[in-house]
């Protein structure tokens, strides 16, 4: 199981090596396949899957979903990809994907939070709306990936306080209407 400053260097490591943040760019850049295939619309859809098998490292994203939620979704799934890569099983099933007390949920949750979430731009967002939700609504990300970006942002020392506890599943039930 990895600590919330195992993950934060992990993402420290992929940003000063691949010089980038973006989920797409560094997956291509760490040669895993990524594909955007039709998977049907609503709550209890399939977001996205990371498999790997024989060394082929491979995350398909739901293509039904949008724009915000495939790009978190994406970085969920590079986040098991990174801290998961050798967690054995390469078989897929949607219910352990986003069971709400698997720790590799909660972990992926955490790394897609701190990948796609600058410190600096969530501090400065929060500063000009003094607003927790109004700053998830400026970021543009579900309110859930905001809380778990303030738990890493406590872990660096700030006491930054959030209205919501997001769940390792919050995922699986994150409304479209939240996002879009």
Request: aromatic fraction near 10%; include cysteine.
């Amino acid at each position: 199981m990895y600590k919330p400053a195992q993950i934060i260097d992990e993402i420290e490591k992929l940003i000063g090596h691949y010089e980038e943040r973006d989920p797409l760019t560094l997956a291509e850049a760490m040669d895993i396949l990524v594909s955007c295939e039709p998977m049907g619309y609503g709550d209890n859809c399939c977001k996205g899957f990371f498999v790997s098998y024989y060394g082929i490292r491979h995350i398909t994203v739901n293509s039904d979903l949008p724009d915000v939620l495939r790009q978190v979704i994406l970085a969920h799934e590079l986040g098991h990809a990174v801290l998961h890569r050798h967690a054995g099983d390469p078989s897929f099933v949607d219910i352990a994907i986003f069971d709400s007390v698997d720790p590799k949920e909660y972990e992926a949750n955490l790394f897609a939070a701190e990948l796609l979430l600058d410190d600096n731009d969530v501090i400065s967002t929060l500063k000009e709306t003094n607003n927790f939700f109004q700053t998830a609504s400026v970021l543009g990300v579900p309110s859930e990936l905001l809380d778990f970006k303030f738990k890493l942002l406590r872990h660096k020392g700030f006491a930054f306080n959030s209205p919501v506890t997001a769940s390792g599943d919050f995922l699986r039930r994150v409304p479209y209407a939240s996002i879009v």
